[in-house]
């Protein structure tokens, strides 16, 4: 072989090495960054599923309005999170999850505004019987 073609040959068989590297090291940098964005998601994820769960409980111990409308917007924004991130990530057991979430939420809901309007009527009850009382008398 001739010095000619084994710089030739030397040279081919550098590019060809410097091209695998090249390719190989992009699609690692391709998974490395869906990796980042899952775990980006999961952090987002974390967070909002946390302040639902501190809201929720704030709400079954305070019951006001304020912290309903809080707790609302908590849930809202979750499912815009879990919207958003379908298009990235297969989130079906999350979805499924969020529609349960959500079920119970409306549930616990009325049942508090039931109470809320239980204990109305037996005000009500108890200052009519007052007033018989003291009518009574």
Do not use: C, W
């Not at 111990?61 to 297969?90: A, F, M, N, Y």
């Not at 809901?109 to 037996?122: A, H, T």
């Not at 005000?123 to 018989?132: F, N, P, S």
């Amino acid at each position: 072989m001739k010095i000619k073609t084994k710089l030739y040959a030397s040279t081919i068989i550098s590019i060809v090495l410097l091209s695998i590297f090249a390719i190989s090291l992009f699609i690692f940098s391709l998974k490395v960054n869906t990796e980042q964005r899952k775990m980006h998601l999961t952090d987002i994820f974390a967070k909002a599923i946390s302040s639902v769960i501190i809201r929720s409980q704030e709400y079954t111990t305070i019951q006001s309005e304020r912290t309903e409308r809080q707790l609302d917007k908590k849930i809202k924004s979750l499912g815009i999170i879990i919207k958003e991130s379908e298009s990235q990530i297969p989130l079906e057991i999350i979805h499924n999850s969020f529609k349960s979430l959500n079920n119970s939420y409306t549930h616990l809901k009325s049942v508090y505004k039931e109470r809320k309007e239980l204990i109305k009527k037996m005000k009500i009850r108890q200052k009519l019987r007052e007033l018989y009382i003291l009518k009574k008398l």
